[in-house]
């Protein structure tokens, strides 16, 4: 006895074109991640190549250590020795003096109007090819007031911030160069 089966018959040809559809898929697939590889060389910068290791040295894992003293060149005395001098700020008269500055960026300076004025922290640095200068204050009328200075060669001046603390303002000024 023939039962009637529920199930429809494909038409003839039908698992041809279902294989034909599978490979058109895969070619796009493959055209498309070949496209993306194309565009990725083409517009993605290339990694460095890796640094070579001493075979003898063991592969430390995470970060390298970080240099406290990285924004120093190997020999910044040359940078340094052109903020050793006396500046004076000429819209208040306020004199600068730096007396040495040390290879690690540690500065000897004096700071009056006209009496001294304690200087808490005095730091020298390099960025790029130019000298930077940060002054604390930490005196009677000056505490934690700052100046951040840059030395200008062409001018022969110090130019930059002063954070004046007590009414957190910051005002731009310079120094010229006395002697």
Not at 74 to 103: N, S
Not at 122 to 139: H, R, W, Y
Request: net charge positive; with cysteine.
């Amino acid at each position: 006895m023939n039962r009637p089966s529920n199930q429809r018959q494909a038409p003839a040809g039908s698992d041809q074109r279902h294989s034909r559809s599978i490979v058109w898929i895969g070619v796009l697939l493959l055209i498309g991640s070949a496209a993306l590889i194309l565009m990725k060389e083409r517009f993605m910068p290339a990694a460095p190549p890796p640094a070579p290791q001493d075979s003898r040295a063991p592969a430390m894992a995470g970060p390298a250590p970080t240099n406290p003293a990285a924004s120093i060149p190997p020999d910044p005395r040359p940078l340094f020795a052109k903020l050793v001098g006396r500046w004076v700020r000429p819209d208040g008269g306020y004199i600068l003096e730096i007396r040495r500055v040390e290879p690690q960026g540690r500065v000897d300076a004096g700071y009056f109007n006209p009496r001294p004025i304690r200087i808490a922290r005095a730091e020298a640095s390099v960025a790029g090819p130019t000298a930077k200068l940060f002054i604390e204050l930490q005196d009677e009328g000056y505490p934690g007031c700052t100046y951040r200075l840059a030395y200008d060669p062409v001018s022969d001046m110090l130019a930059g911030e002063y954070l004046q603390a007590a009414m957190q303002q910051t005002f731009e000024v310079v120094f010229s160069r006395l002697q």
